[in-house]
């Protein structure tokens, strides 16, 4: 027990109270506290994991690891990072599916935010890779979870269920073999969107991992980067690397301290920025996995880069077909003054059976924006309405300002979700500043 202050990773929410470990919680706890939410390693970056109303709740272990290298997956407690499982696998020759564009995010956050990647169009999100999971109930017991025996609809619940079912505890993870920890890496630009979206598609079909950089300032033409890669084979590394192919590189990093002030955000700044990083070298060949897929944990705290009341982050997804919408979108972006340096456009693949999951098939775009300007705050929701009439969603990981009713028209399985989860959890115990919001608990 300690007392612990919560924080969303935008910096927009935070709470502060009581946080018991899963050993000591006791339906004694659960009466006296009326209400808890479990919390990883804070990366969600609305109200997610914020529990105004009641405790926080986390999993104390040994933080292990198991490799079946024969069956090829992993069994890990649920407060491992992704970052820590990485590194575990490669050192046997594996790597997991799916990994999120950070490796500070727990196993037990992962499920719950159920994770996409690089590699959704073709690996999936990450409850795909979750063979089994254990979780604990706000009646205080220890139960398994599978996607296919009579437990199956608890497991879909709790894959990207934002934590509303219970506590994860531990999970078994699929692998991957992989020869090398290593992505060969190819990147071209693209001057207009257009050729933005036909450049993802083709990489889509050339690589594992795909992703574009979508410049979002200056003229808002859609111009960028897009970025694919493959596990690199062991022939195509060099022989110096060749000699330790399984050789973990560890990034080299530099902390942003939270002392920047607010105004060194603006338009100017971001559209200078954004030239640079549309001018610079493109990568071609062989370079470390970690590099690749997680580029921005190289920037420790990056978030402050913001300033004290933070940001918003705005992902949202649209079907294909519907790419007009992003082209609005830019259109909108310009006549508000909007600039993003963190725009990120992915192409996603088929959904699975998770009934809060975000990904499904279409085009996916993050935006931030800073939290100061709350004058957009409308204007975003209004953008809400328009991604729901469209058949899209926004990603309850990031959300921080949805609208109930907007969630609904995007969510259609929620009720159904809610069924569940009272089922699961009759005392309603399982609750976040965000299910409260959007009607979920």
């Known amino acids: 027990m300690r007392k ?25 706890l659960r009466l006296k506290s009326k209400f808890g939410i479990p919390i990883g390693m804070g990366r969600s970056y609305g109200d997610s994991s914020i529990s105004s109303q009641g405790v926080y709740i986390e999993v104390e272990s040994e933080k292990k690891i198991s490799i079946n290298s024969n069956e090829m997956f992993a069994i890990c407690d649920a407060n491992v990072s992704i970052g820590d499982l990485e590194r575990a696998a490669i ?53 398994s979870l599978s996607p296919k025996d009579e437990t199956s609809r608890y497991f879909w619940a709790t894959i990207g ?32 969107l257009s050729e933005l979206l036909d450049l993802v598609k083709l990489f889509d079909n050339k690589y594992l991992f795909t992703v574009a950089w979508i410049d979002l300032s200056g003229k808002y033409f859609g111009r960028g980067i897009v970025s694919g890669g493959n596990h690199a084979k062991i022939t195509e590394l060099n022989a110096k690397n060749r000699s330790n192919p399984f050789k973990i590189k ?3 990093r530099f902390t942003i301290p939270n002392l920047v002030p607010s105004w060194v955000i603006n338009s100017l700044f971001i559209r200078i920025f954004n030239f640079i990083w549309f001018i610079k070298p493109l990568q071609k060949g062989p370079i470390p996995i970690r590099k690749f897929l997680h580029p921005l944990d190289s920037v420790r705290n990056w978030n402050n880069i913001y300033g004290r009341k933070g940001l918003i982050q705005f992902q949202f997804q649209i079907p294909f077909k519907e790419e007009h919408f992003i ?31 975000f990904p499904t098939p279409g085009w996916t775009l993050a935006i931030d924006f800073p939290a100061k300007r709350t004058e957009l705050i409308p204007i975003f929701q209004n953008i809400s ?20 009713e907007d969630f609904k028209n995007m969510y259609k399985e929620s009720e159904e979700w809610k069924k569940i989860k009272n089922e699961i959890d009759p005392f309603n115990y399982w609750s976040s500043d965000q299910g409260l919001r959007l009607g979920l608990c």
């Open 4 to 28: 612990h202050k919560q924080i969303g990773w935008g910096k927009t929410h935070s709470s502060t109270s009581i946080c018991y470990t899963n050993k000591e919680f006791t339906e004694d």
């Open 327 to 357: 082209n609005d979108l830019l259109l909108v972006l310009k006549q508000n003054k909007v600039s993003s340096f963190l725009g990120v456009l992915k192409k996603f693949g088929e959904s699975d059976q998770s009934l809060l999951g």
């Open 385 to 404: 309405k328009d991604i729901a009439n469209l058949g899209g969603k926004v990603y309850l990981t990031k959300d921080a300002i949805l609208l109930k």
């Open 91 to 143: 050192e046997k020759g594996f790597f997991p599916p799916t990994v999120p564009g950070t490796e500070f995010v727990s196993i037990g956050g992962a499920i719950a935010s159920n994770i996409h990647g690089k590699s959704h169009h073709y690996s999936g999100a990450f409850g795909d890779s979750v063979i089994e999971l254990e979780l604990l109930t706000s009646a205080n017991q220890q139960i």
């Open 161 to 192: 269920g934002m934590g509303l079912t219970g506590l994860i505890t531990k999970a078994k993870i699929k692998l991957n073999k992989i020869e090398t920890s290593y992505v060969l890496v190819e990147e071209k630009r693209a001057k207009n």
């Open 250 to 252: 560890k990034p080299r």
